[in-house]
T-cell receptor, first 109, second 114 residues
Framework: RKEVEQDPGPFNVPEGATVAFNCTYSNSASQSFFWYRQDCRKEPKLLMSVYSSGNEDGRFTAQLNRASQYISLLIRDSKLSDSATYLCVSDSGNTPLVFGKGTRLSVIA | GAVVSQHPSWVICKSGTSVKIECRSLDFQATTMFWYRQFPKQSLMLMATSNEGSKATYEQGVEKDKFLINHASLTLSTLTVTSAHPEDSSFYIC??????????FGPGTRLTVT
């Protein structure tokens, strides 16, 4: 079983839509979580850190449910520029980050 | 966020030659640096973890004699691909972690071996 699992998508949504991605993790020792965004042929860029139950940053809301071991990312009012692959990441502290394979999002005009 | 640079951004080399890629943390001290490889349309694959002043820890299946990693200072790590072959052509990305557990990526190096 993979440590971090994500639906690979693609999610094709119209501009202005709200879209949510879920991610599950298997290592109960994971302490922190992150969402990264990766554009085609570019490096991953940190989108949000999720340390407690969740946090919000503008149109983006991340939530963490430790009991069920899942993290979600909600994007409201989708823009064309939100099209990318979103990587769910868990961190156990002293080991390398564990990346999910990513969820592809395409926002369509 | 923190800035990590990588050089070169792209390189083309002939089979059998060696290529060195540099990764620098520009505004923070990176206690740990990571090297990843990513093939087209595939996910990131961790190659090795390096801590300043100590030997790198390689992931299973990654040849340490082929991919030489040196982490000489808290702001610089290098990856040398020795005796490169066409199957080594890939996107190599480094990342750095400071005191906080957030990890920042360099812009990547696209290696093409002909």
């Amino acid at each position: 079983r993979k440590e971090v699992e994500q639906d690979p998508g693609p999610f094709n949504v119209p501009e202005g839509a709200t879209v949510a991605f879920n991610c599950t993790y298997s290592n109960s020792a994971s302490q922190s979580f992150f969402w990264y965004r990766q554009d085609c042929r570019k490096e991953p860029k940190l989108l949000m850190s999720v340390y407690s139950s969740g946090n919000e940053d503008g149109r983006f809301t991340a939530q963490l449910n430790r009991a069920s071991q899942y993290i979600s990312l909600l994007i409201r009012d989708s823009k064309l520029s939100d099209s990318a692959t979103y990587l769910c990441v868990s961190d156990s502290g002293n080991t390398p980050l564990v990346f999910g394979k990513g969820t592809r999002l395409s926002v369509i005009a | 966020g923190a800035v990590v640079s990588q050089h070169p951004s792209w390189v083309i080399c002939k089979s059998g030659t060696s290529v060195k890629i540099e990764c620098r943390s520009l505004d923070f001290q990176a206690t740990t640096m990571f090297w990843y490889r990513q093939f087209p349309k595939q996910s990131l694959m961790l190659m090795a973890t390096s801590n300043e002043g100590s030997k790198a820890t390689y992931e299973q299946g990654v040849e340490k004699d082929k991919f030489l990693i040196n982490h000489a200072s808290l702001t610089l790590s290098t990856l040398t691909v020795t005796s490169a072959h066409p199957e080594d052509s890939s996107f190599y990305i480094c990342s750095a972690r400071g005191r906080v557990y957030e990890q920042y990526f360099g812009p990547g190096t696209r290696l093409t071996v002909t």
